[in-house]
């Protein structure tokens, strides 16, 4: 069975930064593709930012694109999200997901498919 669990959200000021981490157990972590999502009061599921298994094809919604990289720890089942400069705008509950099948696309992840986290809050302070 897949577990995803995601930590390290918090309330920060504009301009600060914060280090997502999710753990992920029942895949064979190095084959799989994952990303992390976001969803804000009132607004659509949006993908923030994907690696694909390969390690060498990264996507990043262009609202974040330069501030924020993902990277993942294949060794310890790790994927992470680091944030900076971080604005009001990226309020928002961060979702981890896991793909359903290994070495896919990112692409093939979407709002609707892998498994997914319970999710940690963002809160970013004008």
């Known amino acids: 069975q897949v577990s995803v669990a995601e930590s390290g959200g918090g309330l920060v000021q504009t301009g600060g930064s914060l280090r997502l981490s999710c753990t992920i157990s029942?895949?064979?972590?190095?084959?799989?593709?994952m990303g992390w999502f976001r969803q804000a009061p009132g607004k659509d599921r949006e993908g923030v930012a994907c690696?694909?298994?390969?390690?060498?094809?990264?996507t990043y919604h262009d609202s974040v694109e330069g501030r924020f990289t993902i990277s993942r720890d294949n060794a310890k089942n790790m994927l992470y999200l680091q944030m900076d400069s971080l604005k009001p705008e990226d309020t928002a509950m961060y979702h981890c997901?896991?793909?359903?099948?290994?070495?896919?696309?990112?692409?093939?992840?979407?709002?609707?498919?892998?498994?997914w986290g319970q999710g940690t809050q963002v809160t970013v302070s004008s």
């Open positions: 690696m694909m298994w390969t390690g060498n094809t990264i």
């Open positions: 029942g895949v064979t972590f190095a084959d799989y593709t």
């Open positions: 997901a896991v793909d359903s099948f290994p070495h896919s696309y990112c692409s093939a992840l979407r709002s609707d498919s892998g498994t």
